[in-house]
């Protein structure tokens, strides 16, 4: 590993680290469902995403410094959807049909055993 790219990597992952710490701290359980965890990444992502969108387009009402923060959240939650992999019990959630009768409506109707 070459020293520019450990000053650069270094600094980021105690930061996210430090993030994670916080962060379980604060929440100290997390979904065994893997879809709400990653609905938690997606969280962080769409967080980020809109960081960059309104420093881009809307440059007052953003910073670099938003960016980063919300950067290092999503690299931190992440972290804790990888920490969990081997905790993921992977079942499908209930459903329900969506059908549409004659008269144009859609009527809804619980999926038995669908779980
Ligand atoms: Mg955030």
Redesign the pocket.
Known sequence: MDKTFQFKVWPVLLEACGELDRATSKFPTWPTDPLHAVGVVA??MG??QREVLQLTYEPTKSTKESVR??AI??AAMSLRFLMSLDQYEYSPGPQHQQIMNPTGHIVFDDVEGAR
């Open positions: 969280e962080e967080e980020l923060k919300e959240q999503l």
